[in-house]
T-cell receptor, first 118, second 111 residues
Framework: GAGVSQSPSNKVTEKGKDVELRCDPISGHTALYWYRQSLGQGLEFLIYFQGNSAPDKSGLPSDRFSAERTGGSVSTLTIQRTQQEDSAVYLC????????????????FGEGSRLTVL | RKEVEQDPGPFNVPEGATVAFNCTYSNSASQSFFWYRQDCRKEPKLLMSVYSSGNEDGRFTAQLNRASQYISLLIRDSKLSDSATYLCVVSFMDSNYQLIWGAGTKLIIKP
């Protein structure tokens, strides 16, 4: 498909386990974002990748969270030793370079990975 | 105080009516403004950007009031399919990727 693809769509895990969430952005989009959305809340920024630049990790809530983007394409968000407060929908988005003229504020989101930590 | 605030609603509106809601932002340096739409259990999608002079896209009109630091969205002749949560998004010019998201206003259009 041509859109942003995320997997798994749903993940139920036990407290203390590690989880990996995957995002496959739109081909040609250099920017990739991870957000977290809890019920009734706005999107919480986690991490941003742009091309080969160092990622902006300022939104990661703790050192249990990490993300990689390999080859400027697919990204993996890893949560170690999951806690119940990590339960949320994790949204990945991609876009054109926000510093470029073609950006216009449009992020393309995947359908999200719903994480439930028991 | 949250950086971007919205009335969570829900706004219950009869089909065909006009509805408007606002979003306030706290940082006067904010430069770019957007409305996104999010259907229940779906991902957000860009509805429209908000320009300084105001802009219209079909039944939707967005306006910016810099003096009072709010943006608004007006929907005319509302349709059942307009039922969704509308997210207000603000960014700063020097780092456009740092989008600040409101928690959204839920709109329910009733037949």
């Amino acid at each position: 498909g041509a859109g942003v693809s995320q997997s798994p769509s749903n993940k139920v895990t036990e407290k203390g386990k590690d989880v990996e969430l995957r995002c496959d952005p739109i081909s040609g989009h250099t920017a990739l974002y991870w957000y977290r959305q809890s019920l009734g809340q706005g999107l919480e920024f986690l991490i941003y990748f742009q091309g080969n630049s160092a990622p902006d990790k300022s939104g990661l809530p703790s050192d249990r969270f990490s993300a990689e983007r390999t080859g400027g394409s697919v990204s993996t968000l890893t949560i170690q030793r999951t806690q119940q407060e990590d339960s949320a929908v994790y949204l990945c988005a991609s876009s054109r370079n926000p510093s470029g003229q073609g950006f216009k504020g449009e992020l393309f989101f995947g359908e999200g990975s719903r994480l439930t930590v028991l | 105080r949250k950086e971007v605030e919205q009335d969570p609603g829900p706004f219950n509106v009869p089909e065909g009516a006009t509805v408007a809601f606002n979003c306030t932002y706290s940082n006067s340096a904010s430069q770019s403004f957007f409305w996104y739409r999010q259907d229940c259990r779906k991902e957000p999608k860009l509805l429209m950007s908000v320009y300084s002079s105001g802009n219209e896209d079909g039944r939707f009109t967005a306006q910016l009031n810099r003096a009072s630091q709010y943006i608004s969205l007006l929907i005319r002749d509302s349709k059942l399919s307009d039922s969704a949560t509308y997210l207000c998004v603000v960014s700063f010019m020097d780092s456009n990727y740092q989008l600040i998201w409101g928690a959204g206003t839920k709109l329910i259009i009733k037949p």
